[in-house]
């Protein structure tokens, strides 16, 4: 009785030590989220309307724009959760000299901004990169076999290098828990390598993969940076859209209108991230 009574005149205090980070999160955040939407609902012919979201909607740009950023980041996702398990698979239950080191160099890969793959993939692939410029060398040619960095294969490339390591550091903590014991059993018993992963590892890793494969979506959704870096001129994502509308059209209002579809879907994906990191205990 008297814990609930003491409990009830905590709450306030417990109010008021909340009330500066949502004020903050509030300013930061909210704000600027509140003006997106404001802005998308004020065109430039005056007043406040729909008409920008139906410009954006009947637009052919838009529907290539979605269709693409979509796309990228399927394919995307599935080649990081691909090579993601298969890199922390071996990193985990094959045992070679640096295994540790490898696995602690992939939480400081997460820290690195994603337009510096991109740079080092250019450097090595780009038109004038290491590839190219060796194989000029080499035979004489004008130019170098290696053009895709410009395309959606380019970007593909650059978002599954960067974007990998989401993946398998899920996987990396759930490989840990993995019970050693049933995984020697098993091969004991002569199961095959890639029976003893369908049976015995991958049930555990699915929770890792949905939680990681989640984020992957959701970021690659809203990559910015590896699309513009890459100079992919045929590859038009709703970021790239936002950017090409605000800064080379002036056209805010529609913009916004894209900015506020792009927002909405993140956030819904994101809540399907949360229910999944959920189920998985992450």
């Excluded at 959704?221 to 059209?249: C, H, Q, R, W």
């Amino acid at each position: 009785m008297g814990r609930s009574i003491a409990l009830r005149n905590d709450r306030p205090q417990r109010y008021l030590w909340a009330l500066p980070p949502v004020l903050a999160l509030s300013l930061l955040f909210l704000y600027p989220l509140l003006l997106v939407l404001q802005q998308s609902l004020h065109p430039d012919t005056g007043g406040t309307s729909l008409q920008p979201y139906v410009d954006v909607f009947a637009s052919p740009a838009f529907r290539e724009a979605l269709w693409t950023t979509v796309w990228i980041a399927v394919v995307a996702t599935v080649g990081c959760l691909v090579l993601g398990f298969l890199l922390a698979l071996v990193i985990a239950f094959v045992p070679f000299p640096g295994a540790r080191a490898v696995a602690r160099f992939i939480d400081v890969f997460l820290s690195f901004p994603s337009f510096l793959i991109t740079l080092a993939l250019l450097f090595i692939y780009g038109t004038v990169g290491m590839v190219n410029g060796l194989w000029t060398d080499v035979t004489g040619a004008g130019d170098g076999p290696f053009q895709f960095l410009a395309t959606p294969w380019g970007v593909l490339l650059a978002e599954v290098t960067y974007f990998t390591p989401f993946v398998m550091r899920p996987l990396l903590a759930a490989f840990s828990q993995v019970d050693t014991a049933q995984v020697e059993v098993a091969a004991s018993l002569g199961a095959r390598p890639g029976r003893v992963v369908r049976r015995v590892i991958l049930p555990e890793a699915l929770p890792a993969l949905a939680a990681g494969g989640s984020l992957v979506l959701v970021l690659c959704l809203n990559e910015f940076g590896i699309v513009l870096f890459t100079g992919a001129k045929g590859v038009t994502t709703l970021p790239m859209l936002v950017y090409s509308k605000a800064i080379l059209e002036s056209d805010y209002p529609g913009a916004c209108a894209v900015a506020v579809v792009n927002v909405l879907l993140s956030v819904g994906l994101y809540g399907v991230y949360r229910v999944v990191s959920r189920r998985a205990g992450a």
